[in-house]
């Protein structure tokens, strides 16, 4: 068995387990369930319990394989960067189990501050993710599944410590915007996301340069 269906395997099963959570609940739940809450941790949209319980782990499964699959293909006969594709693969599952628990806990009647735990989870995987960006390679599959490829070593280095020190910043605010308004968290993220735009023009016009 090969890494990729190895980590499908893996993957699909942590996505689905929450399952048996949402079964073992089921009579209890109500027939409609929230879904989504706005900034301000406010409920503002529903569905059916059974597209909750089962659809949305499913959902989820689909998006994990496509994203592996595709991830897998394009970085397919080049570097490999093992340590920061585990950290890649693992998001959606980390997810997918916080924010189901968190969906069955609140219908539940039990208060869940939905931001706080969102967010938490987030700010976790952008300082990891920050922390192994350093250590791709610049034929690296993986990265250049998802990012402008640039050729030159020592420019794609440059670049890369950019973005990972990015990542570590904006899980920094992220994780700190916890501790003040709801709108303070969506003013960081935003920060965080045009800065993030800005390296990504960046690294398109780089790579056009090193062609």
């Known amino acids: 068995m090969n890494k990729t269906w190895k980590t499908l395997i893996i993957s699909s099963l942590i996505i689905l387990a929450p399952i048996i959570y949402g079964l073992s609940e089921y009579q209890t739940l109500p027939a409609r369930m929230v879904v989504h809450f706005n900034y301000l941790n406010q409920p503002d949209q529903w569905a059916a319990k059974p597209f909750v319980v089962f659809g949305i782990p499913v959902m989820m499964l689909l998006l994990q394989w496509f994203a592996v699959g595709i991830t897998s293909l394009r970085s397919k006969g080049q570097a490999p960067a093992p340590r920061f594709e585990r950290v890649v693969y693992s998001i959606i599952p980390i997810l997918t189990v916080v924010i189901y628990i968190t969906m069955i806990r609140f219908s539940l009647g039990q208060a869940m501050d939905i931001r706080r735990i969102v967010l938490f989870i987030i700010g976790l995987l952008f300082l990891t993710m920050g922390n192994y960006l350093p250590t791709i390679p610049a034929d690296s599959g993986v990265m250049n599944a998802h990012w402008p490829r640039i050729k030159n070593q020592a420019v794609w280095l440059r670049v890369n410590r ?50």
């Open 162 to 211: 950019l973005l990972g020190y990015s990542f570590v910043g904006g899980g920094l605010l992220v994780l700190i915007s916890l501790f003040f308004s709801p709108l303070i968290s969506v003013i960081f993220l935003g920060i965080f996301l045009i800065w993030l735009f800005g390296i990504l023009l960046y690294s398109v016009r780089v790579a056009i340069k090193t062609q």
